[in-house]
């Protein structure tokens, strides 16, 4: 269930009502939040064991919370498990991985200013992503499978 106030102000999302939408091989969204205004979005992702997200760099600042599972960066010597709450300041790039060995899949409430810069494993750029092409990249997930795009994301 949602509840929108009459001015937008606040508002209440039970996660439990969103369906999680694939977005590749080992990697599943719930969008929460976008906001057009700041460019800031609020999503779940869930991360197979051993999956490995791109390089990217952020051009804003992130926060992620750790729900299940746990992860690290390749770049730094840190493990996250529930609990953990990492801050990514605006300008850092690394690489997410699921621990392999983790027993469950890995699931992080994330809060991201901005958008990240994708590279390939060379370095290269190959893409983009920001709020809005994520809203749409969870919408065109739910579409392909036939799951209905859910109401109450806080736009």
């Known amino acids: 269930m949602t509840t ?3 001015d937008a102000i606040s508002a209440h999302l039970n996660t439990d009502d969103l369906p999680w939408a694939v977005w590749d091989d080992g990697v599943e969204a719930k969008m929460l939040r976008v906001s057009r205004e700041t460019g800031t979005w609020v999503i779940i ?3 197979a064991p ?3 997200i791109p390089t990217h760099h952020h051009d804003g600042a992130v926060h992620a919370y ?3 599972g746990r992860w ?3 770049e730094y010597d840190f493990v ?3 609990g953990s709450f990492v801050f990514e300041q605006a300008g850092s790039t690394h690489t997410l991985e699921a621990m392999p060995d983790s027993e469950e899949p890995v699931e992080v409430f994330f809060v991201i200013e901005g958008g990240l810069i994708l590279y390939d494993d060379d370095g290269n750029y190959f893409g983009y992503t920001d709020a809005q092409m994520a809203l749409d ?3 065109g997930a739910l579409d392909a499978a036939g799951i209905p795009r859910p109401t109450g994301i806080i736009e």
């Open 66 to 68: 750790t729900l299940k």
């Open 80 to 82: 996250a498990s529930p």
């Open 137 to 139: 990249m969870y919408y």
């Open 4 to 6: 929108v106030a009459p």
């Open 45 to 47: 992702n869930r991360f």
């Open 50 to 52: 051993g999956k490995r």
């Open 72 to 74: 690290h960066y390749l």
